[in-house]
């Protein structure tokens, strides 16, 4: 059975294990699902799309298991969620519910699993 999640104008998605996230062609990130890990940003779980504030319009989105990171249009990638093998590339292991700015600069391509 699909379940419309309200995420109009999607033109991207990437889903893993327990949450999901969709770019829309505005660059806004919207996400649903788990937030046990602050998957989305510490705002709860839901079953519907939540836009993720605070980030500024972004071209690539990607989820691991229990963090998400974006590439925002100018190359700057932002990471949030769990932290437990060091996914929200900060140089860490601490988790966030905030978007963090990651010390990568000028990413291209972004690929998560």
């Known amino acids: 059975m699909l379940t419309d999640v309200g995420a109009p104008g999607a033109v991207d998605l990437n889903a893993l294990h327990h949450h999901a ?3 829309t062609a ?3 990130v919207l ?3 788990a937030d046990d890990k602050n998957q989305l940003a510490g705002l709860g779980p839901s ?3 939540i836009a ?3 980030l500024p319009p ?7 298991f229990d963090s998400t990171c974006v ?3 100018g190359g700057a990638m932002r ?3 769990g932290n437990e093998y060091g996914t929200v590339a900060r140089g860490d292991d601490v988790g966030s519910a905030t978007p963090v700015a990651s010390r990568l600069r000028d990413v291209e391509q972004l690929a998560l699993s």
């Open 21 to 23: 996230c969709a770019l």
């Open 26 to 28: 505005a660059g806004e």
């Open 31 to 33: 996400c649903w699902g």
């Open 47 to 49: 079953k519907h799309a």
């Open 52 to 54: 993720i504030p605070s």
């Open 58 to 64: 972004s071209k690539q989105v990607g989820v691991t």
């Open 71 to 73: 590439v925002d249009q």
């Open 79 to 81: 990471c949030w969620g």
